[in-house]
C-alpha cells in the first residue's frame, strides 16, 4: 500500500513537502515515482526515484524546483516542492514498481503498478 500525505493550498512561490509512506511489498524494492493529474487533463510524470534513492529524473517542468528523496529505512519518499506556480495545482499520487535494478527509474505514467490515493495540492495566484 501507498498513502501520500502533505497536499494542502499554498500562494504562488511558497512550498510543500509531500510524502509517501509504503508498506508490504511495495516497499521492498521498488522505484517510486510521483505522478499528478489537473482537473480536466491526463495524469502525468512529475519524479521518480531509484530503490537505490541515488538516480531520480524529473519532467523539465519541475526541474529546479522540486526534489525527489527517500529513507528506505522508514519506507518513505518525499517530494519538496519549492517555487510553486499556479499550473502545479493538480492531485499528487505516489506510485511504486518493483525494480529492474537498484538504479533503475520509471519516467512514465504507463510504467508503474502500484498506486496510492492522491493528495491536493492548490496553488493560488
Known amino acids: 500500500q501507498l498513502q501520500a500525505c502533505g497536499g494542502g493550498l499554498v500562494q504562488a512561490g511558497g512550498s510543500l513537502r509531500l510524502s509517501c509512506a509504503a508498506s508490504?511489498?511495495?516497499?521492498?524494492?521498488?522505484?517510486v515515482g510521483w505522478l499528478r493529474q489537473a482537473l480536466g487533463k491526463e495524469r502525468e510524470f512529475v519524479a521518480g526515484?531509484?530503490?537505490?534513492?541515488?538516480?531520480?529524473y524529473y519532467a523539465d517542468s519541475v526541474k529546479g524546483r522540486f526534489a525527489i528523496s527517500r529513507d528506505n529505512a522508514r519506507d518513505t519518499v518525499f517530494l519538496q516542492m519549492n517555487n510553486l506556480k499556479p499550473e502545479d495545482t493538480a492531485v499528487y499520487y505516489c506510485?511504486?514498481?518493483?525494480?529492474?535494478?537498484?538504479?533503475?527509474?520509471?519516467?512514465?505514467?504507463?510504467?508503474?503498478?502500484?498506486w496510492g490515493q492522491g493528495t491536493l495540492v492548490t496553488v493560488s495566484s
Open positions: 526515484i531509484s530503490w537505490s534513492g541515488d538516480n531520480w
Open positions: 508490504g511489498r511495495t516497499a521492498s524494492s521498488s522505484a
Open positions: 506510485a511504486a514498481r518493483s525494480t529492474l535494478g537498484p538504479r533503475y527509474v520509471y519516467t512514465s505514467v504507463a510504467e508503474y503498478t502500484y
